[in-house]
């Protein structure tokens, strides 16, 4: 047991403190956060408001902040206009080139945005450097295959020999992004990249909370030779700067809940522009009866609790074969409780703190209605305010039924349910049984078993032995939800083309498609016919 974790069911120590004594010379907010900092990062912000955002460490304010208006927003829209037909015109593999040299920056400069991130989302640094990775292979993908996923594809045409065909990729114009808290780096920027990359200008607001991370972003990427104008961010609430900016996208990328997601989604359509979305989960992870139960144990505490459950990927639902779960369950809390809390910007705690009120009040009301109506507390279930305002136990509960919240409900924060199953049909309906499909886990020594299972469940991403990163991380492959989950995925190729409009543009030479040579209609059309067969026999596609 730490001294940064109380046992479970016990009461926060008060009048303590449980973190360790900060080394001599330990940054705080006012040593990163600087008015200097703030000026530079805001430099080209449009907003006659004013705005702040705060830590969830303290819940003291970072920083004053512009606030954008709907007019602020429209002029943003027209001078990235501008600026995209220049960018547009800019050779792909020297558009590429720009995400080359940000990989480099973000690699040489983690320190400052790590800090960053750690004070605008409450992270354990370990937690935050996830995103560093993320972002870097994101743009080291986009950087190599760019010129590869864009360029002019030939296709086989209409007829044979004499009609070329060639597909071209054109930018969509202006993307209009939301992005969210929780990741302030990666699902901003690393989702910009391909958009820049594909030659498309962004509007982007992230949210204002976490709004320094997504500035700081935008200000290696000019220094990696972006022109300013083709990144413009606007700040404000959601409910108002939100829906200008899918009033005045030519594509609109979003993430967040399910509910909002749908409003994205029908403001989009009421303009016919494209939307990708990736909403809100309950992700379940299965542990079969051949698992390794210490690894599987190691994995749940990663797949439930990094970010403090903050992630849409995050295992909220565990379900463990009965004649293994006593032995993986007591494995798991021995693990959950020997978790550090801590606030410190530096390596070595297990979990940091829940963004801000909203959080901790879903996370509260989820554990106490699951206990008042007979769940058990495994681990956690108390509040740490000891620690900071919002910081929460890694809390398992064991009992759940469908009655409670917790059950169906998406929690986002550091909670996680057991259940136990007999048969693995029984574990593939259960796990299945969610309007959700983000992502799922399969534990199993048997590998071919493991990649069975998962193509029975319905998620965008499943990951066998492991949580949620080998599926995020292999950027070659497609990302995205199923269901309420969303639509659309990042990475891959699907995650640069969305960002485009195909265009064929079709060829003909020598003969016309229509009667020539003296055929009249009829034999013109006994000629297709004989050709159309012709084509089938010898396998032409």
């Known amino acids: 047991m730490t001294d940064s974790q109380a046992p479970a069911h016990a009461p926060a120590p008060t009048g303590t403190n449980p973190l360790a004594p900060a080394p001599a010379g330990a940054r705080t907010a006012a040593d990163v956060v600087t008015p200097e900092l703030v000026a530079q990062l805001t430099k080209g912000v449009a907003g006659s408001g004013r705005t702040a955002n705060h830590t969830p460490f303290t819940g003291e304010k970072l920083a004053d902040l512009p606030e954008s208006t709907p007019e602020d927003v429209a002029k943003a829209f027209d001078a990235a206009r501008a600026a995209q037909a220049v960018w547009a015109k800019v050779p792909v593999r020297q558009r590429a080139a720009v995400l080359l040299r940000f990989h480099d920056l973000i690699l040489a400069r983690q320190a400052e945005v790590l ?12 937690h935050a450097h996830e995103e560093v990775q993320a972002v870097a292979v994101a743009a080291r993908h986009y950087g190599r295959k760019a010129p590869a996923y864009l360029r002019p594809k030939r296709h086989a045409g209409a007829m044979p020999t004499l009609t070329r065909v060639t597909e071209l990729r054109h930018p969509r114009g202006v993307v209009g992004q939301i992005a969210p808290w929780n990741y302030p780096l990666e699902l901003s920027v ?3 990249l391909p958009a820049f990359a594909a030659g498309n200008a962004v509007v982007m607001k992230p949210d204002t909370e976490t709004c320094l991370t997504a500035l700081w972003a935008r200000d290696l990427l000019i220094e990696a030779g972006l022109p300013a104008d083709v990144f413009q961010v606007v700040l404000g609430e959601g ?12 594509y609109v990328s979003f993430t967040g809940s399910t509910r909002t997601g749908r409003e994205v989604a029908q403001g989009a359509a009421a303009r016919l522009v494209g939307v990708s979305l990736e909403l809100g989960g309950k992700n379940a992870m299965l542990v079969l009866d051949d698992a390794d139960i210490e690894k599987a144990a190691a994995g749940a505490v990663r797949a439930c609790f990094s970010s403090a459950g903050q992630l849409c990927i995050s295992i909220e639902r565990l379900y463990v074969h ?3 779960a006593d032995a993986f369950v007591e494995r798991f809390a021995a693990r959950t409780k020997a978790m550090r809390l801590g606030r410190s910007l530096a390596y070595g705690a297990d979990m940091g703190s829940l963004v801000g009120e909203r959080q901790l009040e879903t996370v509260t009301r989820h554990v106490d209605e699951a206990v008042e109506k007979g769940a058990t507390v495994v681990a956690g279930g108390t ?3 000891d620690i900071g305002p919002y910081f929460y136990e890694p809390t398992i509960l064991d009992g759940v039924e469908d009655a409670m919240a917790v ?24 796990a299945n049984g969610t309007p959700y499909g983000l992502n799922s886990s399969v534990w199993t020594k048997n590998g071919s078993r493991g990649r069975a299972v998962a193509a029975r469940l319905r998620t965008g991403t499943v990951n066998v ?19 309420d989950s969303g639509l659309g995925r990042r990475h891959g190729s699907e995650g640069i083309l969305k960002y485009t409009e195909a265009q064929t543009v079709a060829q003909q030479r020598l003969l016309p498609m229509a009667p020539s040579l003296g055929m009249d209609d009829e034999k013109y059309a006994a000629f297709m ?3 159309l067969r012709v084509m089938k026999a010898l396998r032409l596609r």
């Open 322 to 324: 009965e004649s293994i």
């Open 115 to 126: 800090d960053l991130i750690q004070l605008e989302t409450g992270k354990a640094r370990l």
């Open 239 to 250: 409910p108002v700067v939100g829906p200008e900016v899918v009033r005045h996208a030519d």
């Open 407 to 430: 059950c169906t409900e998406e929690t986002f924060g550091p909670v996680v349910s057991i259940y136990r199953f007999k048969t693995e049909d029984e574990a593939v309906e259960h």
């Open 383 to 385: 509040a740490r305010p």
């Open 529 to 531: 016919s004989t050709s």
């Open 190 to 192: 690393g989702d910009a």
């Open 465 to 483: 032995n492991e949580g949620y990163a080998p599926a995020y991380g292999s950027v070659q492959s497609p990302m995205g939800g199923m269901k």
